[in-house]
Structure formats: structure tokens, C-alpha cells
């Protein structure tokens, strides 16, 4: 590996750590209302299609279901994205999208984990599926950006 090339790595390393750091703290970092009991949503998705659902069916005020949709949904997907980027550039080499988006489906799945013991809070699939579909438009934009992540090792090269 190039000298340019490892500084790169070890800067999106860095800058991963950062991102994980930012994204725990904002996942895990509070209790939800102490009146509500811990919940678990294992359905995929199934909020989200009610919700769209409501909307088409105009069963209620759209704004809140709008919003419930962009914070929810699109917000998943956003706060995740930047940890997909940088996975992508540190993991450069033989498939640095598809390890990226492993890795970051893994650290949706470990703070769904902890958010079982933290009061409040709601533990759901569709989390997961949404932040590992956010690691994945970051790193397939990283991808798009970064011309030297386009190019493959082979395994002996890449030790």
C-alpha cells in the first residue's frame, strides 16, 4: 500500500471512531419517557407501511405522519450514512462496500441491543434495516467519489 493510500485508511479509521462515537452517543445517550415500557417492534417495516398507509388513506393529520416518516425513516438512514463513507474508505481494497455495510448492520445491532436495558426506549428491526440501508448509500457514495476505492487487491496484497 501506498504511503497516500495508508494515510487515507488511517484517517477514515479515525474519522469512523468519531462518527461511532457521535452515533452512540446520540442512540444511547438518553432514556425515553420513564411511563413507557421498554418495546420491541421485530416486524420489519410495518410501522413505516402504516404509517404510509394512514397517509393515502388520509386516517389522520399528515403532518405528524409525515414527520414521524422523515425522522424515523429517512433519519435512520442519514445518521448512518456518514459511518458508511468512511468505512468504505478505510476497508478500501476487495469489497469495501459490502464490509462496510456488514459492519455497520453489526453496530445497528449491538445499540438495539443495549437499548433493551435503557428505560423507554424501543428496540426494532426496522432500525437495523434502516441504518445498514444508510452504511450502505454512504459507502456507495464514497465509492462514487473515491476513485482509488474502485480498485481491487488481491489477498497477498492486501497483508
Known amino acids: 500500500m501506498t504511503e497516500p493510500h495508508a494515510a487515507r ?9 468519531v462518527i461511532l462515537l457521535v452515533l452512540a452517543a446520540v442512540a444511547l445517550g438518553h432514556a425515553g419517557p420513564p411511563t413507557v ?3 420491541f417492534v421485530l416486524v420489519p417495516l410495518a410501522t413505516h407501511l402504516r404509517t404510509v398507509r394512514c397517509l393515502l388513506t ?7 405522519l409525515l414527520t414521524s416518516l422523515l425522522i424515523d425513516g429517512l ?24 464490509r462496510a455495510v456488514l459492519l455497520g448492520a453489526a453496530v445497528s445491532v449491538a ?14 428491526t426496522d432500525d437495523v434495516l434502516l441504518n445498514a440501508a444508510g452504511t450502505a448509500l454512504g459507502a456507495a457514495a464514497a465509492w462514487a467519489a473515491v476513485p482509488a476505492l474502485r480498485t481491487t487487491t488481491t489477498r497477498s496484497d492486501s497483508r
Open 75 to 98: 433519519g435512520n438512514m442519514l445518521v448512518f450514512a456518514p459511518l458508511g463513507a468512511a468505512l468504505a474508505v478505510a476497508l478500501a481494497g476487495c469489497r469495501p462496500i459490502r
Open 37 to 39: 415500557e421498554r418495546k
Open 58 to 64: 388520509a386516517c389522520a393529520p399528515a403532518g405528524p
Open 111 to 124: 445499540f438495539e441491543f443495549i437499548q433493551i436495558y435503557i428505560p423507554g426506549r424501543v428496540v426494532a
Open 9 to 17: 485508511r488511517t484517517a477514515a479509521w479515525v474519522a469512523a471512531g
